[in-house]
């Protein structure tokens, strides 16, 4: 409730600055940084909402780990440290070792000082207030009076036993702790004559030698820092290592990651990273996630290494379609539906799914997200953007707006998997023939042969394989089936397959593909008579696609180099200029086919192995 009310109080602060935006003169309008402010403080806010809901979570598994004899390191990114010195210096009511007023706490929690610095040096001041709904004093007392959650950090301390129990090992010079009273008083982590530094590192021993056995290290505090099990120190407890909050670059979480983990250890840490259920939390996850897959072979070579890196891995080709189709179908709601939205298990044009767009398309708008963007750049479509701004809507719809765009996601990868063209890992090819086999080179030293394979792709679907598919459709229950054309064509009715699943859509089936998502269903008609009717217009489209021009759409000539590669691999490495991604993106085909057509025209003739 608190995570919705707080989405509902940024949508109203949006509309609040619109409105007072249009009673600024147009060179203010112009000169403006409002609205970059506006979204970075948005995002900022929503990080730290995140960060706050994992703080009880983060205490039930350290106080879990303790109990089993282990020793945790919590991971955090921000402290906080900045609010805290900026309020202390203003209020003058405000002393050291001093309990401080309730407004003051709540004034220096991180999610209600990134409200009210943005408020008090952002807001425009208009010459009518009346005019722009609410009043800037009228906005910063809502914001005081918002119900947010405290300073993480400060929380985790108090929950796990208060800085008698707890190393800090951050950058901040001073913190609120709460006393049994519960009382809450400024102190400060450093005396006179001591540096950050210098705290830290007594704080690091009280950890190594057992007198602590939690510590909590911010991304500042850790640099240099070693927390690892070592052999010789007193607390040789193994480390269970909670992350609360990742960092921008994946060099960054190895560093952090690596503070538990480093040589002449008793064991080996056992990591814990939190996230939330929110869909745009995801966003963090996903930069990460791109950054660790980006290493290659590392990922690729080793079936084990990795494998769960894809499954948080958004910011892809596939991830743009499936943005693109997700904003086309909620913004217009026109198209065929790729697959249905969450919670809806009937037809596509149900009341149930024009209530979902309908709430969707307002909630986007909240976010900044208007149907504009269909209309604009390409940078439109970027996945962080989409990430980043759904963290601002209420926790119910943001995560069926998540939803959706994850089953879109994968029913693209799932489309091109099956197709064989899917680009990434190990392609399979579904050949019908193999055409020919020829020994291109010897490689002298070792005896080993190259060989030029040739296949034949066939992607038409025998009545047989629909009439199995079908089946195994009707079984679920979910509707679809056979439907033939409203006009002939050719003087002969074509003829479909439409398979439905509540997972993943419709998916329609031509005999002479697997996949003819440009059909529209408009145009056909359900089959109610046998199958035995249905069974010659099949076969017709599937025979005829092999003995006309369709041919050359239905069957694929495939050329693939097998046996000993590197020696080749100069020669080919010279022909192939242009990278697989840079193919995909630019449209042309597949891109396993387009290297290998590329083999044998180029490489095999200039090298004289054809």
Known sequence: DMYKKAAEFWAFLLEALKVSIDHLPNTVKASSSLWGQYWASHQNFFRHM?????????????????????????????????????AFAKDKAVSEDKAVSEDFEKSVAPTRAILLKFVEEYYPEVEHPAAAMKGKREILEMIRNLDLPENPLDELIHELGGPEKVAEITGRKARLVRDTSENVIYKKRIEKGETVEMVNMKERENFMDGRKLVAIVSDAGSTGVSLQAH???????????????????????????????????????????????????????????????????????????????????????????????????????????????????????????????????????????????????????????????????????????????????????????????????????????????????????SAASSYLYTFTLDGRV???????????????????????????HDGKRRV??????????????????????????????????????????????????SSCEQASSSTVKVNVLAGVILPLWTAIEKAVQITPHRMLEEGKGKIELTFIRCYQATVCQENGWI
């Not at 199995?468 to 439907?483: A, E, I, P, T, Y």
């Not at 859509?505 to 529209?520: A, E, L, Q």
């Open 462 to 488: 025998s009545w047989e394989a629909a009439k199995s598919m079908s089946v195994r459709n009707q079984k679920l229950g979910v509707g679809g089936g056979f439907r033939r054309s409203k006009k002939k």
């Open 231 to 445: 052999t010789s120190a007193p607390n040789n407890k193994r480390r269970v290592h909670l992350t609360l909050e990742l960092p921008w670059s994946a060099d960054r979480v190895i560093q952090q990651l690596g503070r538990t983990h480093r040589s002449s250890q008793a064991s080996v840490p056992s990591y814990r990273i939190l996230i939330t259920n929110l869909g745009g939390e995801r966003r963090f996850v996903s930069t990460i996630a791109k950054r660790l897959q980006s290493l290659g072979a590392l990922t690729q070579g080793d079936r084990r290494v990795g494998p769960s890196l894809s499954a948080y891995n958004y910011d892809s080709i596939y991830g743009t379609q499936a943005l693109k189709h997700l904003y086309t179908v909620i913004m217009t709601k026109d198209g065929l539906l790729p697959v249905l939205p969450p919670g809806c298990v009937s037809e596509p044009k149900c009341n149930t799914v024009k209530h979902f767009t309908t709430q969707a398309k307002t909630a986007l708008a909240s976010v900044g997200i208007s149907e504009d963007i269909l209309h604009g750049a390409d940078d439109n479509y970027d996945i962080g953007h989409f990430l980043n701004r759904i963290l601002g809507i209420a926790p119910l719809t943001q995560n069926r707006l998540f939803d959706f765009f994850v089953d879109i996601l994968n029913h693209l990868i799932r489309e091109d998997r099956d197709k064989g063209i899917l680009g990434t890992g190990i392609v399979d090819l579904k050949a019908i023939a193999r055409d020919s086999k020829k020994k291109i080179y010897v490689d002298l030293p």
């Open 50 to 86: 995140s960060t706050s809901l994992k703080v009880s979570t983060a205490v039930n598994l350290s106080l879990l780990a303790i109990d089993k004899y282990e020793c945790v390191v919590i991971g955090l990114q921000s402290t906080g440290e900045a609010r805290l010195s900026e």
């Open 496 to 545: 479909i397959l439409v398979l439905v699943s509540l997972a993943s859509g419709y998916k329609i089936v031509c005999p002479t593909s697997g996949n003819c998502s440009d059909i529209s269903l408009e145009n056909y008609l359900e089959v109610d008579e046998s199958l035995g009717k249905v069974k010659p217009l099949w076969e017709h489209e599937y025979n005829a696609a």
